[in-house]
């Protein structure tokens, strides 16, 4: 059974950065996409960055990009979200995903777990 557990999140000052980590397992993750998720209360889940399991190509939602970076250690099933300049509209709960295998609810808490990320001055 596919398990992602998101760590890594806590308090940081607008232009601070963070690191959270999405362990994995139950499933091939080198061989899988995966995203990162973010949740705002009132609003839908947002995927805000990608990276492929192949070429490690990413992609990145304009609001994060520039400042956020994806990457994967396929040898550790752990992904990666480099969180920099932190904006106070980047407060959420944070999640990670692999789209192909299980699909993006309308609020990421139907997954569970995720990392909360606020920042604060």
């Known amino acids: 059974q596919m398990q992602l557990v998101p760590s890594g999140g806590g308090l940081a000052q607008p232009g601070g950065s963070l690191r959270l980590s999405c362990a994995a397992s139950g499933f091939t993750f080198s061989k899988f996409l995966m995203g990162w998720y973010r949740q705002v209360p009132g609003k839908e889940c947002e995927l805000i960055a990608t990276i492929s399991s192949a070429s490690g190509s990413t992609d990145y939602h304009p609001s994060v990009k520039g400042r956020f970076t994806i990457s994967r250690d396929n040898a550790k099933n752990t992904a990666y979200l480099q969180m920099n300049s932190l904006k106070l509209e980047d407060t959420a709960v944070y999640y990670c995903?692999?789209?192909?295998?299980?699909?993006?609810?309308?609020?990421?808490?139907?997954w569970g777990q995720g990392t909360q990320v606020t920042v604060s001055s």
């Open positions: 995903n692999a789209p192909s295998i299980r699909a993006t609810p309308t609020y990421c808490g139907a």
